[in-house]
């Protein structure tokens, strides 16, 4: 129809890497074509070069695509690792960098709860969703959620109308058209999913790699975060132990600077730990020899520079106000792995 006197036309078809039709190379004459074999022969060579530049041009760009993510993937995880302290935070960071990522409309976090038989979606965000933030859903609900943790594998969808899981998950009143699932694990147990929406365009084998290389880092950044929930429960653990007991303690840094002191302590030295922190331990634990009365600051710094223990029988304390008490004291080095000294117990 383009070509209104042609008496001889051939066209030859252009197509991509799954044998899909994207164009047509053709030539066309007034007069007959005298070699049609030739011109055909010809046309399929421009074709097929034709059919590979595009090829090449669309693997460039999938392959810039995939690195540019892979960049943006890192700078998320840094986020995620800085807000560790924060559940809450860490799962709406969770959300939003899935979003971003996937350039989707709408993202969900759903995890697996401790009885493992319902979920919880723990961030919501895109399309009015975060009304689901913190609703909880049975496992053996029938939905997109449940399944793809329940039977452990990644889900993508093209039509969410079309997809019953979808359906039951009600995931059409929110306008979607395609989806991806993918599950998250942590001490290789499923715990919960990475679940994304997009409005029209399909989710293709980039975004694919892309967002399970995120769920991956996600499963890193979550044992980072219980890692260090389970220290900063042991330490609390730990300096409640040393409030409680009715020796006074007092623990420094690796250079003598004060990092705690109990109440015992602080009553026994007149000073409070607020005003002394981060401060040298000489100008509050300040001793002198029962027999000279000579101050013995250096044993504080021998406890640290040889990392031996170093007891005293009996010494004089003097207190903030300048009163002077006799104690039992015992200075031990806090070890770490490579057997260094990083600090002391007092």
Not at 74 to 84: G, K, M, R, T
């Amino acid at each position: 129809s383009y070509v209104q006197d042609a008496e001889s036309f051939i066209g030859i078809t252009i197509k991509d890497a799954n044998d899909k039709v994207i164009g047509l190379l053709a030539v066309a004459d007034d007069k007959p074509i005298s070699n049609t074999n030739l011109a055909e022969s010809i046309l399929s060579l421009a074709a097929s070069r034709t059919s590979a530049e595009l090829l090449r041009h669309v693997a460039l760009q999938d392959s810039e695509r995939y690195h540019t993510g892979l960049e943006s993937i890192d700078s998320w995880l840094l986020e995620l690792i800085s807000c560790a302290g924060d559940t809450e935070v860490f799962y709406t960071t969770v959300c939003k960098a899935a979003k971003n990522i996937a350039n989707a409309s709408m993202a969900m976090i759903p995890l697996l709860d401790e009885s493992g038989e319902d979920y919880i979606i723990v961030a919501a965000s895109g399309r009015n969703s975060e009304q689901l933030t913190g609703t909880r859903h049975a496992i053996s609900d029938g939905g997109l959620c449940g399944w793809a943790i329940s039977n452990k594998k990644a889900v993508r969808i093209d039509d969410v109308n079309s997809d019953m899981r979808a359906r039951r998950q009600l995931i059409n009143q929110y306008k979607v058209k395609s989806a991806y699932v993918t599950p998250i694990y942590l001490n290789e147990d499923i715990y919960g999913a990475i679940t994304v929406f997009r409005d029209a365009t399909p989710f293709d084998h980039i975004d694919e790699q892309l967002i399970n290389q995120f769920a991956q880092r996600v499963q890193l950044a979550i044992a980072n975060m219980h890692l260090v929930s389970d220290i900063a429960a042991a330490k609390e653990r730990a300096e409640f132990t040393l409030h409680s007991i009715g020796d006074a303690v007092i623990t420094t840094d690796a250079d003598g600077n004060i990092e705690y002191m109990n109440h015992i302590a602080e009553r026994l030295t007149g000073w409070n730990l607020v005003s002394t922190q981060n401060q040298p331990v000489q100008s509050v634990f300040r001793i002198l020899d029962h027999d000279t009365r000579e101050p013995m600051h250096n044993v504080i710094e021998a406890c640290l520079t040889e990392g031996t223990s170093i007891s005293k029988s009996m010494t004089y304390l003097i207190s903030n106000n300048g009163s002077e008490r006799s104690i039992e004291s015992s200075m031990s080095p806090i070890m770490n792995r490579s057997g260094a000294a990083e600090g002391a117990v007092i």
